[in-house]
């Protein structure tokens, strides 16, 4: 079983600031099956990357993912009020299916 | 327009049952692997069950297995999950997710909540 690791918890930023969230899994993961959503407060999750680096649809380019093997970041560059929210990576893996979230890490601004 | 609308969340008491129901549309149903995916209160995002395309795969995290069955009626665009023998920290909100075919969830449902509490 993958276990996803997120770090930090907590990030606090000033607006306009850059951000990087770190996802770090037990054994080495697909980059075709790695993604990260954000779920803001009483909101539904959004899918924001997927395949480490793909852009969801709508999703803005100040958004970026990046990372191979056990090693993966989203990365913010430039923090707006409306990215107030958790972010979580999540894996599959093919053989057994298994589905894992990381604990998700929370951006806030200072 | 995919639209997932869940259905069915509520009261139930520890040891009883719950079936939640997803009503899927904007897409082709029987193409895409479907997921129950739930949050707890101060809690993360943890997966539940997956279900293939054609209902003939399932897979469940092992905090449910052997008492959750996620099943599919593909005539309906309805994807289901029956709750049995619920403890108290199955309380969650109950998201239904379309697979993007890489194992990840695309599109979600608003949510149904579940209050496990005697």
């Known amino acids: 079983e993958i276990v996803l690791t997120q770090s930090p918890g907590t990030l606090s930023l000033s607006l306009g600031e850059g951000a990087t969230l770190s996802c770090r899994a037990s054994?080495?993961?697909?980059?075709?099956?790695l993604a990260w959503y954000q779920q803001k407060p009483g909101q539904t999750p959004r899918l924001l990357i997927y395949?480490?680096?793909s852009r969801a649809t709508g999703i803005p380019d100040r958004f970026s993912g990046s990372g191979s093997g056990t090693d993966f970041t989203l990365t913010i560059s430039g923090v707006e009020p409306e990215d107030i929210a958790v972010y979580y990576c999540?894996?599959?893996?093919?053989?057994?299916?298994?589905?894992?979230f990381g604990q998700g890490t929370k951006v806030e601004i200072k | 327009e995919v639209q997932l609308l869940e259905s069915g969340g509520g009261l139930v008491q520890p040891g009883g049952s719950r079936r939640l129901s997803c009503a899927a549309s904007?897409?082709?149903?029987?193409?895409?692997?479907m997921s129950w995916v739930r949050k707890a209160p101060w809690k993360g995002l943890e997966w539940v069950a997956a279900?293939?395309?054609?209902?003939?795969?399932?897979n469940y995290a092992d905090s449910v297995k052997g008492r959750f069955t996620i099943s599919r009626d593909n005539s309906k665009n309805t994807l289901s999950l029956q709750m049995n023998s619920v403890r108290d920290d199955d309380t969650a909100v109950y998201y239904c997710?379309?697979?993007?075919?890489?194992?990840?969830?695309?599109?979600w449902g608003q949510g149904t909540l579940v209050t496990v509490s005697s």
């Open positions: 997710a379309k697979d993007n075919s890489y194992g990840n969830f695309e599109s």
């Open positions: 904007g897409f082709t149903f029987t193409t895409y692997s």
């Open positions: 279900i293939s395309g054609s209902g003939d795969r399932t």
């Open positions: 054994q080495s993961v697909s980059t075709s099956h």
């Open positions: 395949g480490t680096s």
């Open positions: 999540q894996q599959y893996g093919a053989s057994p299916p298994t589905w894992a």
